[in-house]
């Protein structure tokens, strides 16, 4: 905010006696008393009047600012606008960056400050929403595409992570997880299990950071380490993520 500066008198001007300075008022804005007729009616100039009309209502904003909303109005908002897209294979970039100031609209009025310490993360999540092209695979036909739901499982008492999809590939893959701080983790993916069966070891370049923006019941909010944003919501609380892959 800018500050308005002070005028300082000249060096020779006489200063007022302390127990005077409680009566030095401050000079207003106004042009000097020859820029109108000092008559009684006499209309002050259009500027002057603007002046003061806005010095006498300046307590209205405060009445007139925007509510904030809840947790539970953004998350209906946000759940409406992911609804026709595809988990987001169908997001252009103005939806993308519509779902992404939702998103962290959300993430302000989190409550769950540490979520690795939370039992709300632990079980298998739904994911409803990415940006993440590995993910989507949107640049196969949409035939090609994971079309049925895809799955993601935390425990963090074994602080062991699975992702799953289904139809057509079924591809599975589990990950341990080495917490940085109560919201930010290494993903250190072990196994792969292609169409569910073939189990491959992971190579070791198979790692990444994940971190839980929002948590609570039913939604979560996680933003990886490429930037990608993923939103799920809960399926099944009780799920447990096999301890070997």
């Known amino acids: 905010m800018a500050m308005a500066s002070s005028h300082l008198a000249p060096p020779s001007a006489s200063l007022p006696a302390p127990r005077s300075l409680h009566l030095v008022r401050p000079q207003l804005p106004f042009p000097s008393s020859s820029r109108w007729p000092r008559k009684t009616g006499a209309a002050a100039p259009p500027e002057v009047a603007s002046l003061r009309w806005r010095a006498g209502v300046s307590f209205f904003p405060s009445f007139l600012k925007k509510k904030a909303r809840s947790p539970e109005e953004i998350k209906e908002e946000l759940l409406e606008a992911i609804a026709p897209l595809d988990r987001g294979a169908d997001a252009t970039p103005d939806d993308q960056e519509r779902i992404d100031q939702i998103a962290r609209e959300l993430e302000a009025v989190n409550t769950v400050k540490e979520p690795f310490k939370s039992d709300l993360i632990n079980g298998k999540w739904e994911l409803i929403y990415t940006t993440s092209r590995s ?60 169409f569910g069966l073939i189990p491959i070891k992971a190579p070791g370049r198979g790692r990444g950071e994940l971190e839980i923006t929002y948590l609570d019941e039913e939604i979560r909010i996680s933003r990886g380490d490429k930037g990608n944003l993923f939103i799920l919501k809960m399926v099944d609380p009780s799920y447990r993520v096999p301890v070997r892959g």
């Open 135 to 194: 993910i989507l695979q949107v640049q196969r036909p949409k035939f090609l595409r994971p079309n049925g739901e895809i799955y993601q499982a935390i425990n963090a008492d074994t602080l062991r992570a699975q992702n799953m999809e289904t139809w057509p590939y079924f591809n599975q893959v589990t990950a341990n997880l080495v917490p940085l701080n109560a919201k930010r983790v290494n993903v250190q993916f072990d196994t792969f299990k292609i």
